[in-house]
Each structure stands twice: as C-alpha cells, then as structure tokens.
C-alpha cells in the first residue's frame, strides 16, 4: 500500500506540476473563431422600436433644454423660436451590405415663433453608421455620414411664409445633433463593450469573448465572429486548438428570430478543459463500501488494514475530456483516473483504475445563460491501472465500483455547471423565445432580444 501510497502522490505533484508550467506557457496566437451570432433584419427593426423612446428623450435634452448654448448659433439676441415638444415619429434601421446600416429619422417639432402661434417643424436625419473595432479590441459604432434637414409640415392654419423653416435652420443648429447621432440609438458603445467583458464560471476562471474583426454586413444580417478565452487565477491559459477551422453558418435570410448564436464543438471542449485546469472537476467521491466489507472479496486486503474504515474515491483527469456534437445530440467523453483509498487520518490509495465514460449532455439557455448538464451515462469502461492488493478482474472491479462512479462522477460535475455559462450579450438585454439545435459539429441558438429594466433606471433608457 504504501509504494502505491507514494505512487499516487508523485502522479498528483506531476499533474500539479504540469498544469502550472501550462500556464507558464503563452496562449496560442492563432486567432480563429469558435462562436458567434448573426443579428438578422428582424433583431434590426426590434432594435429600432426600442430606440424611439430613447432618441426621443436625447433629442428632447439637446433641443428643449436652455442650458445647452452650443446647439443655438452664437447671436447677441435670444432665438425667437422655441421648441416646446419632441415626438420621433418614424426610426428605422436598413442594412447596406458590405458597409453598415442606415439610420433614418423623423422627429415632429413643436415650435412656438411667437406667443400666441404654434407650429409643426420636421426634423429629418439620415445617417450611416458602420461599426469598427479599436485599439483596445472593442467594438465602435461610427456615424460615416449624416444630413439633417427641416421642413414645415402642412397645416389648414395659417401659417408664416416658407421661409420660417430656414429661419429655424439659422436659430438651432441641427448639424450639431450629427456629431453625435449614434446616440439616439441604443446601442451607444457602452453596450458594444460589454460584448467583451470578463464573465465567471468558477471562482477562479473566467472567461472572454473576443471580436476577431469588425462584423460582416449582408442582406441576412450582422455577422460577427468570436474567439473565447479563459483565465485561471488571472492567467490566460493555452487552449487545445482546434481540429478544424469553425465559420459562423449563414442565416436563413427568411429567420424570424432577432439573433441567432453559434458555439463550436471546440467551444465546448475549450471550456471543460479550462474547468479542469481550474480544477473545478477535481472529486472526492464517498463510498459505501469499507475496508472489512471490501477484503470479502480480496483477500489480500485483510493484510493492510486490521480496522474497518470507510473507502473513499479520488478521481483526476489522464487525459483532457471531449464533447462531440451529432445532429441532434451532445455527448462528453471523459478519461478519469480514480484512485481508491481508505480514508482514516490521511487518504491511503491502494488502489487505482482507470475509466472511460461517455455521458449525454443536456443544452438549453436562461436569460443570457447556456446551461449544461451530463444528464445519462451512455458507455463506461473500467481497467486496472495499478494494485497494492494483487490483481484484481474487471468484472469485480465493476461489482464494486461501478454503481458509485455512475451515480457520482456526473453528479459532482453537474454541481459545478449548475450556474450555467454566460453567453456574449449586451448589457440590459436578455434572450427570450429561444430554441437550441445541435447540429454535428456546432449549435445553434436561435433567438429574440429583449430590453429588460434595471432597478432606479428607465426601461427604454436602457
């Protein structure tokens, strides 16, 4: 017992050992996406309906309030025109391929030219908007081009001459509303930033979803590819890399969903890896079996133990785990090394085999969470790897063993993933109405937006 004792100890110091010195060795810098998401012409036009209240409220701080000078011309006398009310009667978003959208706008001004009159002003903004990524990796929307223009809209009252309108062009100066236009929407780049925070899926790894390059726009939509990274205690770690390249599939350009996300078999295989440099599937299995209960069936266990103390397990991974996608369905291969030792004052391995199980895993997705869970053991295999207590059959090491394994290995792990795994999002938002379809090789999550209020804050201020 007590070479196997020592044996044990110097395999978990190499374990230790080697997945320090993994995280001593830089992250590979092949950048290649492993998820994504397509926001198709429908998400667009959500996007666009939650955006009219908040333009509505910008335009009405930028053109009602006094205090802002900078949109009035400079002139030695106060405007002769007040802009009592701000309705935005129209906002669309349109996709031009190749190159961004296009922001189009009408807002009806409420204009008091004197005191007794009040009319109905048009205000006009036409925009392009594309999105770059900056320095620092993040996402930027970037107004490229922008023509306000004002109107007076038609009236059975009698109104000024025509040439009121210009003279509202020189009292406010509505180029001023350009600089800034990509405000009225409400994806300010606070929200595209936050595409790239860190989020936790144990105490100690995080991970981050990084853009590749600026999205792709088409006529099915915005396509825009991601590559995760993980971090353990801080540090980025070396992922497996992937067998084969993963490229975001095409959206159905009919889709009714708002958004479709897209993970690759590799994602999910990266992100069990990183659980197990974490150290998140380290177990410690209880046992119903005991040292006097166990030497029934080997003899020789008699010899190393003259008291009876409970049998305790200690499962590590040999080899990095594997999730394989079939249509329709997820599996997760394992490959666990399980010591098997009495647990008096200090843990006492004599014992050690090796196991192979496959497990179905279970997807789905809460709020802006992928939820996964090892739901059934399809395939185990047990085999010896090493004995303090002579050889032992495989048939009775399943006798003995297998039952526990089944019921446990999952369990502990499911315990760890239980909180599920934060998808790429934007802050305020959420998925709804949301469907996951396996496919081989990838998954897909097609799904709707949904801007949802934060405590003291207005819904549509986002």
Request: proline share 7%; with cysteine; aromatic share 6%.
């Amino acid at each position: 017992m007590g070479s196997l004792a020592r044996k044990g100890a110097s395999m978990a110091k190499l374990c230790t050992l080697s997945i320090l010195l993994s995280l001593l060795v830089p992250a590979h810098t092949t950048r290649s996406p492993d998820c994504g998401g397509i926001l198709t012409p429908a998400g667009l036009s959500y996007l666009a309906e939650i955006s009219k209240p908040h333009a509505e409220a910008v335009l009405r701080q930028d053109l009602m309030t006094p205090t802002v000078p900078d949109l009035f011309l400079s002139s030695p006398k106060p405007s002769r025109n007040q802009i009592n009310s701000v309705k935005v009667a129209e906002l669309s978003l349109s996709l031009i391929p190749d190159t961004g959208l296009r922001l189009s706008i009408d807002v009806d001004l409420g204009v008091t030219p004197a005191p007794s009159t009040t009319k109905v002003m048009r205000l006009s903004i036409l925009a392009d908007l594309h999105v770059e990524m900056n320095p620092e990796g993040n996402l930027e929307l970037v107004t490229s081009a922008c023509k306000p223009t004002m109107e007076e809209m038609q009236s059975t009252e009698e109104m000024e001459s025509k040439s009121s309108s210009s003279d509202m062009d020189k009292d406010i100066n509505i180029d001023k509303i350009c600089l800034e236009v990509s405000k009225l929407l409400l994806l300010p780049n606070e929200q595209l930033m936050s595409l790239t925070a860190q989020f936790p899926v144990t105490p100690s790894c995080q991970l981050q979803y990084l853009p590749l390059a600026a999205p792709v726009f088409s006529e099915q939509g915005i396509t825009i590819s991601l590559q995760t990274t993980f971090q353990v205690a801080g540090m980025v770690i070396p992922l497996p890399v992937s067998p084969v390249p993963f490229s975001m599939p095409e959206a159905a350009s009919s889709s009714p969903s708002h958004l479709t996300l897209a993970f690759s078999e590799h994602f999910y295989t990266s992100l069990f890896f990183a659980l197990e440099i974490a150290g998140a599937f380290n177990m410690t299995i209880p046992s119903p079996l005991t040292t006097a209960t166990m030497s029934q069936k080997i003899t020789q266990m008699g010899s190393l133990f003259q008291e009876d103390v409970p049998v305790m397990l200690q499962a590590v991974f040999r080899s990095s785990s594997r999730v394989v996608l079939e249509e329709g369905k997820a599996a997760l291969k394992l490959f666990l090394t399980i010591h098997v030792g009495a647990s008096s004052s200090a843990f006492q391995s004599f014992l050690s085999m090796n196991v192979d199980m496959s497990a179905g895993i279970l997807l789905s997705v809460a709020d802006t969470r992928m939820m996964i869970s090892a739901a059934t053991v399809e395939d185990i295999e047990l085999s010896l790897a090493a004995s303090d207590v002579g050889p032992i059959p495989a048939a009775l090491l399943e006798e003995l063993f297998l039952p526990t394994i089944r019921e446990e290995v999952l369990a502990q792990m499911n315990v760890v993933l239980s909180e599920g795994v934060f998808l790429p999002h934007m802050y305020s938002f959420t998925y709804t109405d949301i469907d996951v379809m396996i496919h081989k090789d990838y998954v897909l999550v097609p799904c709707n937006l949904k801007l949802h209020s934060r405590t003291g804050e207005q819904t549509t201020m986002g």
